[in-house]
């Protein structure tokens, strides 16, 4: 943990202290080339919470990411730990050795300063962007669920003495300021009266006012985020949604774990399935007279598919491969007899994380929509009437997984729910899937 | 935490230290009354890891803990950290505030010789003690359900912000060293050879070694075990047996909390229904010609119903009148409409606990016969052969427990079960219950 001496060091980064920084780092120096003089520093943070920087050199270039005492988006009046930035620095220490090159290279860590010197990824794109902008990205699906079946498996009890998951549980536990955002703005603002909330008005008006009378949603909502706070699975990056992934054709990178801490397993699968459901459902207000992009719609589904069938074939061959951990102990299971019963088990542990990633993947839905930060995916759609109905169709769908759950079985009951779910079944249509 | 400087002044305590320490402690010199000369001391422990002495005075007394290196009942071959007597301290200053005169007065805590002045319980006796002299306590079900329920509910994140359950989450999760007594002994051993392992041999034999053979069996024993390490609901005793139950007739008081750490519900409330259990399948084995102690059977099986209904009612009444945390927040849950959808939540919420219990309870059932340490109820059964017998009962209604669960949807459930689950199915006799 930083010390108070370290925290007195802080200043925001100008262009100025920037290049003090990185001249003081031999093998950054290294990399960009030249000297300091010839560098160029450009901000170019569009997130909520942080300053971005690239430095380009004559041979090279990287990013610095610093973070700020309060919330970007809100400006000074939302203090926020500078902390974070140590958290998202041991979180990659932590996933970093099972990962390989779906993170970013890390440079430096600055204790001080909290800002991280870290590989410019180009000529990436954020992965939203690029789903709003119709692209395909062949690889991306496939990559994010193996990142995930390998970032959660090796930091599980499946893999690990409990003893080194109890050091980081107690360690994340400190990043309590980014928890609390999670825990207000996706598990609770959007289904009561909050001054941070808005959504497409009118037009979803009273979709927002009937989300938050609906009981049988909100303790659907209420039991995740319960188990969100409760289930200390792995340690999971907390934020992974389309924005949080760095994307070119042939590589994928995962970004931005500030909200990394121990929890649920389904809570970061969730994010990245819900996030592309929101893209899908936000396609129409894409679309050109030349590309209705119902094709491209298909695509995105089929991401899903490929992302949840990687992740669990993944995570099933790390877990035969490397039960080293406290839970499922190899030791208990050595008889030949126990296979079976051995693999009906570890299939029923993967039902339950598709389950939590189906309730976690809707509450991430729903609080893009009626909550206080939204998405470029919907806002990027100008026309409000237009918006509104792609957002209502995410909304249904978002209502139909919290809800109705036992319909939902495998990766092929969402994908084929998806087209027929459009509208909310309460808005006046006939019930989705009948 | 206790600095290095204060590991330094550890010495294992004899009369003379000890009446030293408390001649400096001015509110227990009142208590005890008198000079030092004028006190008796006497070291009473007769548990696996720690010295416990008894000081009088004229006109009081208290009891003195104090930790062991090592574990007592292994000899100084088993290291054991001495921080356990911080976490054991810890837990008490943090469910005190909750449970009033349900467990002993502290009095003091000597961080560098990790040792606790307290209460000293008299007459109390300790529980199991009592069960198998088959003396009756007629609060004790519902003194210890009423216990749970407010020691658990209220540092639950039903009860409070989740940062403090974050703060003390961190904290505890440096009991490594017990916890790793708990994953080994209860959740490993008994299903797999190890050194640590005895049983009634020749008797149950072929018990232990069908048990480790069990895949669906211990497939069952897996998930309670992932769930220990995983399901952090509330502050856990961890060691909640009938040894650490003192009660008079009228008074039940909670010790030994040293196991203490963030863990599920079900398993403080599955600790005390399984040791129950184990003392109805043991009172054959205490019965004499005056006394076949079956009516006492139904006492113990009638306060196992009143301590789920105690713990159950209180828990509800708590979360109706405390619902000030992070899950389920009632801000959320404002609308007249919502309170049937929410007390079905809640409903179903303790349903899960209760299944938790029975499972939890089943392993630590079998853990007190084919694992390490087991208990007096069977061990003070001179005969073998009628130890053996009581012993499979124990087992069989264990694994029907662990295996069949979806035969138990409440306490009449299992009451009605017991009587009728006498030996294992597997074992020439008849499936139980059929």
Same mark, same amino acid.
């Given at each position: #943990?930083p010390?108070?001496?370290?925290c007195?060091?802080?200043r925001?980064?100008d262009?100025?202290?920037?290049?003090?920084? /990185?001249?003081d780092?031999q093998?950054v120096?290294a990399?960009l080339g030249g000297?300091?003089?010839?560098?160029?520093? %450009?901000e170019?943070?569009?997130?909520?919470?942080?300053?971005?920087?690239?430095?380009?050199?004559p041979?090279?270039s990287?990013?610095?990411?610093?973070?700020?005492?309060?919330?970007?988006?809100?400006?000074?009046?939302w203090?926020?730990?500078?902390?974070?930035?140590?958290f998202?620095?041991s979180?990659?220490r932590t996933v970093g050795?099972?990962?390989?090159?779906?993170?970013?290279? /890390?440079?430096h860590?600055?204790?001080?300063l909290?800002?991280t010197?870290?590989e410019?990824?180009?000529?990436? /794109?954020? =992965?939203r962007?690029g789903?709003i902008a119709?692209r395909?990205?062949?690889?991306v699906?496939?990559?994010?669920?193996?990142?995930v079946?390998?970032?959660c498996?090796f930091?599980?009890?499946?893999?690990r003495? @409990?003893?080194?998951?109890?050091?980081e549980l107690?360690?994340?536990?400190?990043?309590?300021?980014?928890i %609390?955002?999670t825990?207000?703005?996706?598990?609770?603002?959007p289904?009561?009266?909050s001054?941070?909330n808005?959504?497409?008005?009118p037009?979803?008006?009273?979709?927002?006012e009937?989300?938050?009378?609906?009981g049988?949603?909100?303790?659907?909502?209420?039991?995740?985020?319960?188990?969100?706070?409760?289930?200390?699975q792995?340690?999971i990056?907390?934020?992974?949604?389309?924005?949080?992934?760095?994307?070119?054709?042939?590589?994928?990178r995962?970004?931005?774990?500030? @909200?990394a801490?121990?929890?649920?397993i389904?809570?970061?699968?969730?994010?990245?399935l819900?996030?592309?459901l929101?893209?899908?459902y936000?396609?129409?207000?894409?679309?050109?007279?030349?590309?209705?992009?119902?094709?491209?719609?298909?695509? /995105?589904?089929?991401?899903?598919?490929? @992302?949840?069938q990687?992740?669990?074939?993944r995570?099933?061959a790390?877990?035969?491969?490397n039960?080293r951990?406290d839970?499922?102990?190899?030791t208990?299971?050595g008889?030949?007899?126990?296979?079976a019963?051995?693999?009906?088990?570890r299939?029923?542990f993967l039902?339950?994380?598709f &389950?939590d990633m189906?309730g976690?993947?809707?509450c991430?839905m729903i609080?893009?929509i009626?909550?206080?930060?939204h998405?470029?995916d919907?806002?990027?759609i100008?026309?409000? &009437?237009?918006r509104?109905?792609?957002?209502?169709?995410?909304?249904? #769908?978002?209502?139909?997984? =919290?809800t109705?759950? &036992?319909?939902?079985?495998s990766?092929d009951?969402?994908?084929?729910?998806?087209?027929r779910?459009?509208r909310?079944?309460g808005?006046?249509?006939?019930p989705p899937?009948?």
């Amino acid at each position: #943990m930083p010390t108070d001496g370290a925290c007195a060091r802080y200043r925001m980064l100008d262009p100025q202290g920037l290049l003090a920084l /990185i001249a003081d780092l031999q093998d950054v120096r290294a990399l960009l080339g030249g000297a300091p003089p010839s560098w160029q520093v %450009r901000e170019v943070g569009d997130g909520n919470l942080n300053l971005v920087f690239i430095v380009e050199g004559p041979d090279g270039s990287v990013c610095v990411k610093q973070a700020l005492p309060y919330v970007r988006a809100a400006g000074s009046s939302w203090p926020m730990s500078l902390q974070r930035a140590f958290f998202e620095t041991s979180y990659y220490r932590t996933v970093g050795p099972h990962v390989g090159a779906l993170i970013p290279r /890390i440079h430096h860590y600055d204790a001080g300063l909290y800002c991280t010197v870290m590989e410019r990824l180009s000529p990436h /794109i954020i =992965l939203r962007h690029g789903l709003i902008a119709g692209r395909r990205y062949p690889n991306v699906g496939r990559d994010i669920g193996e990142y995930v079946a390998r970032a959660c498996f090796f930091t599980s009890d499946l893999a690990r003495p @409990f003893e080194r998951k109890m050091d980081e549980l107690a360690l994340f536990a400190g990043n309590k300021d980014l928890i %609390r955002i999670t825990v207000d703005l996706i598990f609770a603002d959007p289904y009561r009266v909050s001054q941070r909330n808005r959504h497409t008005s009118p037009q979803l008006d009273q979709t927002a006012e009937r989300f938050r009378g609906d009981g049988a949603l909100k303790v659907a909502v209420a039991r995740f985020g319960q188990k969100f706070l409760n289930d200390a699975q792995a340690l999971i990056h907390g934020d992974l949604h389309s924005g949080s992934v760095m994307v070119t054709e042939a590589d994928s990178r995962v970004i931005d774990p500030e @909200f990394a801490f121990y929890g649920p397993i389904g809570f970061d699968l969730g994010a990245f399935l819900g996030n592309l459901l929101l893209s899908w459902y936000a396609q129409p207000g894409h679309a050109t007279v030349n590309d209705d992009r119902s094709a491209y719609r298909d695509w /995105i589904l089929e991401q899903a598919r490929i @992302f949840w069938q990687t992740f669990r074939q993944r995570f099933l061959a790390l877990w035969a491969e490397n039960a080293r951990g406290d839970a499922f102990p190899a030791t208990m299971f050595g008889t030949p007899g126990d296979a079976a019963a051995l693999d009906a088990a570890r299939s029923a542990f993967l039902d339950s994380l598709f &389950a939590d990633m189906l309730g976690f993947g809707a509450c991430k839905m729903i609080r893009r929509i009626l909550g206080f930060a939204h998405v470029a995916d919907f806002e990027s759609i100008q026309d409000a &009437a237009r918006r509104a109905g792609c957002e209502a169709g995410a909304l249904a #769908m978002a209502h139909t997984l =919290l809800t109705q759950p &036992a319909r939902f079985h495998s990766i092929d009951d969402v994908i084929s729910a998806v087209p027929r779910v459009l509208r909310h079944a309460g808005a006046g249509g006939s019930p989705p899937g009948t």
